[in-house]
């Protein structure tokens, strides 16, 4: 299969933010927060927060993961992509306990992202000159 390692990323990127859907769903039962409620506790407030922040960043980071494996290859473009996924953890852990120190993982996401969607910038600027 081509592309095995980003394909290995994106699909952990999808199943770590399954996975933060499912936090909200327990919390919801766990503290009677019925549905289409989106606030209620700030144990359930923090725990929504951080599956929708993550469902926008995924929003970025799909694409230009994908589009940056013609410029940088498999198997970097899913190491940079791997930092993702660690920028998340970092990220939800931290804000589940205080989100005043979400700060880190937040930056460790955008940074890739930002890595990710320069290279392809790049990619395309190379081949459009070149």
Not at 34 to 40: F, K, N, Q, R, Y
């Amino acid at each position: 299969m081509p592309m095995k390692y980003t394909a290995l990323v994106t699909i952990t990127a999808v199943v770590f933010t399954f996975v933060l859907s499912g936090r909200v769903g327990k919390m919801r039962a766990k503290l009677g927060i019925d549905a289409p409620l989106s606030t209620g506790s700030p144990q359930f407030d923090r725990a929504f927060r951080i599956h929708m922040n993550t469902v926008e960043q995924l929003v970025l980071f799909i694409p230009v993961l994908w589009l940056s494996t013609s410029v940088l290859g498999d198997l970097l473009a899913a190491g940079i992509g791997s930092i993702w996924i660690v920028g998340r953890v970092i990220y939800a852990n931290a804000y589940l306990i205080n989100p005043a120190n979400r700060r880190p993982g937040m930056i460790v996401t955008l940074m890739a992202t930002g890595v990710l969607m320069l290279a392809t910038l790049w990619g395309i600027l190379i081949d459009l000159l070149g």
